[in-house]
C-alpha cells in the first residue's frame, strides 16, 4: 500500500511539473510587464548589435565607460583578443567567478563577442537576462581589423 501511495505522489508530481514545463520550455526573465523569454530579450531591445567601426570608436573615446567581455576559451583569447577585453568564457558567466569579473554596476556597458558570433549572442542573452541593461552584441572578431592584443 505504502508504495502504491508514493507512485501516485510521484505521477501528480510529474503531470504537473511536466505540464509547467511543456507550457513554458524557455528560460523566462522577469520585467515590469510580466514573464519574456530569453530569446524575446532581443526584440525588446535589451541587446543590441554593434559594428567593429563602433566598438573602435568607443575604445578611442569612451575609454572606462564600458567593459569588453571576450567568452572565448582561454587558447582563444591567448592567440589574440581586442585591446582591454576580459576574458569570461561563456560557460563562467553566471558562475560566482563570472560574477566576480563582470562589472557589479548593471548600468554599466558591455560589448561581448566571441570568435564567430555564436557565442556571443548565447552570452549576450545570458547578461541581459543577469539584469545587465545595456548589452552590445559585436559578434566574432574574425574579420577585426584593428589589431588584437596577444
Known amino acids: ?7 501516485i505522489v510521484a505521477i501528480t508530481l510529474l503531470a504537473i511539473f511536466g505540464t509547467s514545463f511543456a ?13 519574456v523569454t530569453v530569446e524575446q530579450l532581443d526584440q525588446k531591445g535589451q541587446v543590441k548589435t554593434i559594428t567593429h567601426d563602433e566598438v573602435k570608436k568607443w575604445m578611442d573615446t569612451k575609454t ?15 592567440q589574440g583578443h581586442l585591446p582591454g577585453a576580459m576574458l569570461v568564457t561563456v560557460t ?8 566576480e569579473l563582470l562589472p557589479k554596476d548593471l548600468d554599466m556597458p558591455i560589448v561581448v563577442y566571441c570568435r564567430s558570433g ?9 547578461l541581459a537576462a543577469m539584469g545587465y541593461k545595456q548589452v552590445y ?4 572578431i574574425s574579420g577585426w581589423t584593428y589589431g588584437l592584443d596577444k
Open 1 to 7: 500500500m505504502r508504495n502504491i501511495q508514493k507512485t
Open 23 to 35: 507550457m513554458n520550455p524557455k528560460p523566462t526573465v522577469k520585467e515590469d510587464g510580466g514573464e
Open 64 to 78: 572606462g565607460q564600458f567593459v569588453i567581455v571576450d567568452v572565448r576559451t582561454q587558447e582563444e583569447f591567448n
Open 92 to 99: 563562467e558567466l553566471a558562475t560566482p567567478k563570472g560574477q
Open 118 to 126: 555564436n557565442r556571443s549572442s548565447d552570452a549576450a542573452k545570458q
Open 137 to 140: 552584441d559585436l559578434g566574432g
